[in-house]
C-alpha cells in the first residue's frame, strides 16, 4: 500500500487567494483526520471525520476553513481567503476506527503551505 | 474529555545515555496509548502501541514504554541513545470513539 498520501508537498501563495490541500486515505480505512503543525503551537487536531461524516470540527480556526470527503478514499481541507497566519504544515491522517486494535494513525508527509 | 501530558519540552543527552520521557492521561475509561517519532522534516511514524496485555511494550529502534494504569502514565525509555534518535516525541491516546489526542511534544536532542 502506497499509505497515506498528500498533495501538493509545498504550496506558497499570496493572502487572500484560496489553497485547497488534498488527501487520499490508507484503502480499507474509514476515519480520516486533518492535523496543522506549527513551532509556536505544535501539533492541532482541526477536524476528523468517521466514514465521511465529520465527527469532531472543533479545531478548524475559523470560517475561512473547510474539509470536506466527497468519498471514502479522498478528503479536501480548504482555507478561502489565506492570511500568513495559516503558514503551517499540514498532515493529514488516516485509520480504521472503531475498533479497540486499530486506533493506530498513519500520517501522510503532509503539505508545507506558505502565505505570503 | 481526554488529556495528555508530556512533562519534557526539550531533553538533551549524549550518545549512550539512558532516555525517559514522561506522559501522563487523563481519561476515566479504556484507552490505547501510542508514542509517535518525527524525525528532522518527516511525518509522525508509530514507535509502539498499548492496547491490552503485558503493559511492557517494546517498539521498534530499542524503544519500550511501560503503562501504569494507576499513575494513568505511559513514559518511553530507551537504555542508550544514539545521534539518529534526534526527533520529536508525542504520546497520545485514543479512545474507543477513535480520535487520538496528542500531548504537546518532546524534542530529543542526542548529542555525538
Known amino acids: 500500500d502506497a499509505g497515506v498520501i498528500q498533495s501538493p508537498r509545498h504550496e506558497v501563495t499570496e493572502m487572500g487567494q484560496e489553497v485547497t490541500l488534498r488527501c487520499k486515505l490508507i484503502?480499507?480505512?474509514?476515519?480520516l483526520f486533518w492535523y496543522r503543525q506549527t513551532m509556536m503551537r505544535g501539533l492541532e487536531l482541526l477536524i476528523y471525520?468517521?466514514?465521511?461524516?465529520?465527527?469532531?470540527d472543533s479545531g478548524m480556526p475559523e470560517d475561512r476553513f473547510s474539509a470536506k470527503m466527497p468519498n471514502a478514499s479522498f478528503s479536501t481541507l480548504k482555507i478561502q481567503p489565506s492570511e500568513p497566519r495559516d503558514s503551517a504544515v499540514y498532515f493529514c491522517?488516516?485509520?480504521?476506527?472503531?475498533?479497540?486494535?486499530?486506533?493506530?494513525?498513519?500520517f501522510g508527509p503532509g503539505t508545507r503551505l506558505t502565505v505570503l | 474529555a481526554q488529556s495528555v501530558s508530556q512533562h519534557n519540552h526539550h531533553v538533551i543527552l549524549s550518545e549512550a545515555a539512558s532516555l525517559e520521557l514522561g506522559c501522563n492521561y487523563s481519561?476515566?475509561?479504556?484507552?490505547?496509548l501510542f508514542w509517535y517519532v518525527q524525525y528532522p522534516g518527516q511525518h509522525l511514524q508509530l514507535l509502539l502501541k498499548?492496547?491490552?496485555?503485558?503493559?511492557l511494550v517494546k517498539g521498534i529502534k530499542g524503544f519500550e514504554a511501560e503503562f501504569i494504569k494507576s499513575k494513568f502514565s505511559f513514559n518511553l525509555r530507551k537504555p542508550s541513545v544514539q545521534w539518529s534518535d534526534t526527533a520529536e516525541y508525542f504520546c497520545?491516546?485514543?479512545?474507543?470513539?477513535?480520535?487520538?489526542?496528542f500531548g504537546d511534544g518532546t524534542t530529543l536532542t542526542v548529542k555525538p
Open positions: 498499548y492496547f491490552s496485555g503485558d503493559p
Open positions: 497520545a491516546v485514543a479512545t474507543n470513539a477513535g480520535k487520538s489526542t
Open positions: 491522517a488516516s485509520s480504521l476506527a472503531n475498533t479497540p486494535s486499530y486506533n493506530e494513525q498513519f
Open positions: 481519561y476515566g475509561g479504556t484507552v490505547n
Open positions: 484503502s480499507g480505512h474509514n476515519s
Open positions: 471525520f468517521n466514514n465521511n461524516v465529520p465527527i469532531d
